[in-house]
């Protein structure tokens, strides 16, 4: 069997990164890890560790050149999306697959494409079937 369960990102200011993921996105914080800097935070099932970077950091890069993307499931779009744009989140596109333009007067439908703090790609859904897997 395998499981994903851990994922890391790499962070310029690391309170911004923890506002976007935990009052935006509504991942749980756990802890900070045991050097004290770098932090924890989990959906329950897989483990989201926020990292300062070690070198300088690389430009942040367009939506569709980016370094890293990845995409989380909801059950309603709605209440994520009001809470991504309360804390001021940028949403690139909606409709992960079509990347179609955001109309900023309106809820997307189905899922949207959101920016982290430091140029990182979400993907947002509420399609169970949105990414093929293999079961």
């Known amino acids: 069997m395998l499981e994903l369960r851990h994922l890391a990102v790499r962070c310029r200011d690391l309170d911004k990164a923890r506002t976007f993921y935990e009052k935006g996105l509504g991942f749980a914080w756990v802890d900070y890890r045991p050097e004290g800097i770098s932090m924890d935070l ?13 070198t300088q950091p690389a430009p942040p890069h367009e939506e569709g ?16 999306f009001k809470r991504l744009t309360d ?15 955001y109309d900023r ?29 293999s079961s």
């Open 87 to 101: 804390i001021g989140a940028h949403i690139v596109k909606e409709d992960v697959k079509q990347r179609l333009d």
């Open 105 to 133: 007067d309106t809820v997307p439908i189905g899922s949207f494409k959101v920016l982290d703090p430091d140029g990182n790609v979400v993907d947002i859904t509420e399609r169970p079937a949105e990414w093929r897997t």
């Open 65 to 80: 050149d980016e370094h890293i993307h990845f995409g989380v499931y909801v059950e309603s779009l709605e209440p994520i």
């Open 42 to 54: 989990s959906d329950g099932h897989v483990n989201l560790t926020l990292l300062p970077f070690e």
